[in-house]
């Protein structure tokens, strides 16, 4: 199908289409609902997660859809792995070797998320340890892994943890203590029932890891990288001395600070301040090719990552008057 759209793609509420010439693989945003039915039938996977994903009050303001041959995944995500999405679901929500491959992909970019879904908490074993795989325990039958990411993805990063979510269209289940370890000791995430209301039950990839610090990763990362082009593309030169160093270093230090008021970096209780510190290197500590190749890698940034808290004991001492019997 051509690139191009049409008046009647646009009316219709496609916003963009691109086919891969070297695989075959279309991309698609779609702004709503209404718009994945013209090309989704609805009894389609497609469509269904999609309603479900629309479904939620916190969605975005377009969907992405990649159609893609299975046995070419991995060329077909690299060629739009840098288009406008975050998380990934898979329509077939069968798993298996393949399944593990596409895995590997995300965890190995580390900056998007797959999100998975089955009723088979085995499958998720030969995953275990994967920082950027969310694995979700749920009926096939509700499309949870599209509800989680249209319900919770879309919150500002740093802002909430993953855990204690409500989602729409989807039903709460009645977990016995010893099911809802079964799913924790795996580091997989279902939909309980809690004190008459549901909600997500952890708020970690399978690794362990808690999504929410991830993502302010992500974003953290992607915010340097943006910001330092912008500088770059904006100044006629940025001087290898003193000065262009810390023009990059006041970059850094604003992205931190914003990363910081996002609730995404810890406060030090003992200065009130933001736990995080950047390093640059002066230009007579580059190294003579660094100098000749126009290369800066003298800046560095640590921070300490804001947490959450999911559990909660209180001890209490209630006294009485009443006498009890010897």
């Not at 679901?89 to 895995?103: E, Y």
């Not at 909430?160 to 979510?165: A, L, R």
């Not at 006629?236 to 006041?250: D, F, H, L």
Request: with cysteine.
């Amino acid at each position: 199908m051509p690139d191009t759209l049409s008046n009647t793609d646009r009316l219709n509420g496609l916003l963009l289409r691109k086919t891969d010439p070297a695989t075959g693989a279309i991309y698609r945003e779609y702004k709503n609902l209404d718009a994945v039915a013209v090309d989704y039938k609805e009894d389609s996977a497609v469509y269904k997660k999609a309603t479900a994903y629309f479904a939620q009050p916190k969605h975005s303001d377009c969907l992405a859809v990649l159609d893609y041959d299975k046995s070419k995944a991995y060329d077909s995500l690299k060629a739009f792995w840098y288009f406008n999405w975050t998380f990934g679901v898979c329509v077939d929500n069968t798993i298996d070797d393949s399944t593990v491959q596409l895995s590997n992909i995300f965890e190995v970019n580390k900056d998007h998320f797959l999100v998975l879904q089955t009723e088979d908490l085995s499958k998720f074993t030969q995953m275990m340890g994967q920082n950027y795989t969310i694995g979700l325990k749920h009926d096939l039958n509700e499309p949870m892994d599209a509800a989680f990411v249209g319900g919770i993805a879309l919150y500002d990063v740093g802002s909430i943890t993953w855990k204690f979510k409500q989602l729409e269209g989807i039903t709460p289940e009645n977990l016995t203590s010893q099911e809802l370890a079964g799913i924790n000791n795996i580091h997989a995430i279902a939909y309980e029932e809690m004190m008459g209301k549901g909600q997500t039950s952890e708020g970690t990839t399978l690794s362990g890891e808690y999504i929410d610090l991830l993502h302010g990763v992500m974003w953290v990362q992607t915010e340097c990288q943006s910001r330092l082009q912008k500088l770059l593309q904006d100044n006629g030169k940025i001087p290898y001395e003193a000065q262009g160093i810390a023009m990059i270093r006041a970059v850094l230090t604003q992205v931190l600070n914003e990363a910081y008021d996002k609730g995404i970096i810890m406060t030090d209780d003992t200065t009130g301040r933001p736990m995080f510190s950047v390093t640059t290197t002066p230009r007579s500590q580059q190294s003579r090719q660094h100098l000749s190749d126009r290369f800066y890698d003298g800046a560095s940034f640590e921070y300490h990552a804001s947490s959450a808290i999911h559990t909660i004991t209180v001890n209490g001492v209630v006294d009485s008057d009443t006498i009890m019997a010897a």
